[in-house]
């Protein structure tokens, strides 16, 4: 009775769990990667929303800096685009090179080393974990630009309550929170498209006015702080504005996601954000010029524009309103970027061994859900430490992301000038490349001799904290690793004897062995076996599950060669077990979840073979520290426990690691 209430109770949990997050994807569907991908529109939105949402900061940003010198502002809104432009077309050729994604991570790792690789990755999470931030909190902010003042408190629950739907959403899949979140980036692009012609063309007449301030201007600086003060004051406004450009690697990141042709679909998707954001952006400044905008407490410079803009149009203030909302929307869209290329960089540095194993990994709706969480987790975190705010989160934003950008450009520069003699046009690659560059250190420098002190510090603390753990994780794999080949060198395989070529008996003892790849540690547990037991068994079976990772799901081609590795790796197995004696055969799946996977085959192999035991290894240290068991993830308990409760005799044999 009690296990009749405890399955309904499991029922309805499961319910509740798909129902939130999803239902599980088939990994065996030979559709599912055009299905999960994403064609340029959708791309655009997903990961072009980071970049056009930055408008709604980043111009202002800038402006704000200008001070009393905003007849300057038509030249920011010319050096922005010609920006964006530069550093879209210099990703788009990084795309071309680099067309399984990975960005700055994959670029600095292969051009310029592992050192500048673990730079790069690290800045790109902490980077990341920003985007989320400071897109959320500047949602918050344009939402209540139109509340009064009292409901002001409650911007950092409400910043944190968004967080948490956009983690669901993501764990659920990305393209399924992507075209949940297309009708906001709609709204916005039209909204935004009206107040931006409005604001253009209903104030032609000032633009002679404007043209004769930019010459005063000019004039009565030029008299008081010289040609050099007003270059260090338009620097300084250029580079505080460099939150505008911070969503342009983001295409890069996230081609794995796109439709085939991959790089088409990224490079379509790079000419789409480029375009928009810098026109948007451009457009932001000039239209600040235009109308002489004025900083108004508890707005932000796009609500004043827009208000001003509308009050004249029927409904005026309703579209107001609506323009604002949507860009508040749309800055909650561009969180996105965050929890799909994070988690991406996470788990290619996972890869690497400089994050633990586990960020690898995909769920069952494969999607890296601890990526997801983690990233989410440390972005709530943020909000509550900055109180949401705005401009001390920008000056955090803008450091990480032009170390990346400017380590990028430094490996494609590289790249060209090693392929000098190949290509024809590499100096005119080059140029772009180096162009990029000057730009990305400029703006680096400046903002970190500039905001140091105003809470830069933090990004870098936080950066070298992530770094330090990097490099730490990493050298724990590689004394595993070292003690795990070890093993072969120690192991001596006895070769006398008749090779057993008999089919497995159902009515023998069987014992099933759960291996991964063909190594010291499968081997040392597979002769622990033999040695523990000897003469008791005279089946064995081995159980091994292709576990689809970040990796290796990139396509089809992909996942056979994963599948096909497996195989090879359990026919070594048999063959080994057959030359000791002992009849063997395997079984085998794909699959995301190690634990579920071999459950399965387990239970299959017990029902053809009643009289089983499972057999699996598990690394055992001499002092086990305490983030250990984040790094190896605990897989032989979970079998052992879920198979020992539906009745079926699991042991763990140890092997031991001397680190």
């Known amino acids: 009775m009690a296990s009749d209430e405890t399955s309904a109770k499991k029922t309805v949990a499961d319910k509740i769990v798909r129902a939130v997050l999803g239902a599980p994807k088939q990994i065996n569907d030979p559709h599912i990667f055009h299905k999960i991908s994403l064609i340029p529109v959708l791309a655009w939105i997903g990961l072009g929303a980071d970049g056009l949402s930055s408008s709604s900061y980043g111009p202002e940003e800038a402006y704000l800096a200008l001070g009393q010198h905003t007849y300057l502002a038509i030249m920011l809104g010319i050096a922005t685009a010609m920006t964006v432009f530069i550093i879209s077309y210099a990703y788009s050729r990084i795309i071309e090179h680099f067309p399984h994604g990975g960005g700055g991570y994959i670029v600095a790792t292969h051009m310029l080393g592992e050192k500048a690789g673990v730079i790069s990755g690290s800045a790109l999470l902490v980077d990341y974990v920003l985007t989320i931030t400071l897109s959320i909190a500047a949602c918050v902010d344009a939402l209540f630009s139109y509340l009064p003042l009292s409901f002001h408190h409650i911007k950092v629950p409400v910043a944190c309550?968004?967080?948490?739907?956009?983690?669901?959403?993501?764990?659920?899949?990305?393209?399924?929170?992507?075209?949940?979140?297309?009708?906001?980036?709609?709204?916005?692009?039209?909204?935004?498209?009206?107040?931006?012609?409005?604001?253009?063309?209903?104030?032609?007449?000032?633009?002679?006015?404007?043209?004769?301030?930019?010459?005063?201007?000019?004039?009565?600086?030029?008299?008081?702080?010289?040609?050099?003060?007003?270059?260090?004051?338009?620097?300084?406004?250029?580079?505080?504005?460099?939150?505008?450009?911070?969503?342009?690697?983001?295409?890069?990141?996230?081609?794995?996601?796109?439709?085939?042709?991959?790089?088409?679909?990224?490079?379509?998707?790079?000419?789409?954000?480029?375009?928009?954001?810098?026109?948007?952006?451009?457009?932001?400044?000039?239209?600040?010029?235009?109308?002489?905008?004025?900083?108004?407490?508890?707005?932000?410079?796009?609500?004043?524009?827009?208000?001003?803009?509308?009050?004249?149009?029927?409904?005026?203030?309703?579209?107001?309103?609506?323009?604002?909302?949507?860009?508040?929307?749309?800055?909650?869209?561009?969180?996105?970027?965050?929890?799909?290329?994070?988690?991406?960089?996470?788990?290619?540095?996972?890869?690497?061994?400089?994050?633990?194993?586990?960020?690898?990994?995909?769920?069952?709706?494969?999607?890296?859900?601890?990526?997801?969480?983690?990233?989410?987790?440390?972005?709530?975190?943020?909000?509550?430490?900055?109180?949401?705010?705005?401009?001390?989160?920008?000056?955090?934003?803008?450091?990480?992301?032009?170390?990346?950008?400017?380590?990028?450009?430094?490996?494609?520069?590289?790249?060209?000038?090693?392929?000098?003699?190949?290509?024809?046009?590499?100096?005119?690659?080059?140029?772009?490349?180096?162009?990029?560059?000057?730009?990305?250190?400029?703006?680096?420098?400046?903002?970190?001799?500039?905001k140091f002190v105003e809470g830069g510090w933090i990004t870098l603390l936080i950066t070298s904290i992530v770094i330090a753990g990097c490099y730490l994780i990493r050298k724990h794999y590689q004394a595993v690793r070292k003690g795990i080949a070890d093993l072969d060198n120690t192991l001596n395989f006895p070769s006398a004897g008749p090779v057993n070529t008999a089919p497995l008996k159902q009515t023998d003892l069987t014992a099933i062995q759960l291996v991964s790849s063909y190594s010291g540690f499968g081997i040392h547990t597979l002769l622990s076996i033999l040695t523990t037991f000897p003469g008791i068994y005279k089946n064995i079976v081995f159980v091994s599950v292709a576990v689809v990772d970040s990796g290796s799901f990139k396509g089809a081609e992909d996942l056979q060669k994963l599948e096909n590795s497996v195989k090879t790796d359990l026919e070594k197995y048999v063959e080994l077990a057959r030359k000791l004696g002992i009849a063997a055969d395997y079984r085998m799946e794909v699959g995301t979840d190690v634990v579920d996977g071999s459950m399965q085959l387990c239970k299959k192999i017990v029902a053809k073979y009643p009289p089983s035991i499972v057999f699996t290894g598990q690394i055992t240290f001499r002092l086990e520290k305490f983030y250990y068991r984040m790094l190896h993830n605990e897989t032989a308990f979970a079998i052992q426990r879920r198979l020992q409760w539906d009745g079926i005799t699991t042991v763990i044999l140890p092997i031991r690691m001397r680190i």
Request: proline fraction near 2%.
């Open 161 to 450: 309550a968004l967080c948490l739907l956009l983690i669901i959403l993501n764990i659920r899949g990305v393209k399924e929170s992507i075209v949940i979140m297309t009708p906001i980036f709609v709204v916005f692009v039209v909204t935004h498209l009206l107040m931006l012609l409005d604001g253009i063309f209903t104030h032609t007449d000032k633009f002679v006015p404007l043209v004769h301030n930019f010459h005063t201007g000019i004039h009565q600086d030029m008299a008081s702080m010289g040609i050099v003060g007003i270059v260090l004051l338009f620097l300084r406004a250029y580079s505080l504005g460099g939150g505008t450009y911070t969503g342009i690697e983001a295409v890069s990141n996230g081609l794995q996601i796109m439709r085939e042709p991959r790089v088409h679909t990224g490079k379509r998707t790079m000419v789409y954000m480029a375009g928009s954001l810098a026109f948007t952006a451009g457009t932001l400044f000039l239209c600040y010029a235009l109308l002489n905008v004025k900083a108004v407490e508890g707005k932000t410079l796009n609500a004043v524009i827009a208000d001003n803009l509308f009050a004249d149009w029927g409904m005026g203030k309703f579209i107001a309103f609506i323009t604002i909302f949507s860009e508040g929307a749309l800055l909650m869209v561009a969180a996105q970027t965050g929890f799909v290329d994070g988690p991406r960089v996470m788990a290619n540095m996972a890869v690497d061994s400089w994050f633990p194993h586990r960020f690898a990994a995909l769920s069952e709706r494969l999607t890296m859900r601890n990526g997801i969480v983690l990233m989410g987790g440390s972005a709530i975190a943020l909000l509550i430490y900055t109180h949401g705010s705005v401009a001390a989160l920008v000056v955090m934003y803008s450091i990480n992301v032009f170390v990346t950008f400017s380590l990028s450009q430094l490996g494609m520069s590289r790249l060209y000038v090693r392929r000098r003699h190949e290509d024809p046009q590499w100096m005119r690659h080059l140029s772009v490349h180096l162009v990029g560059l000057i730009l990305c250190v400029t703006i680096l420098v400046i903002t970190v001799l500039e």
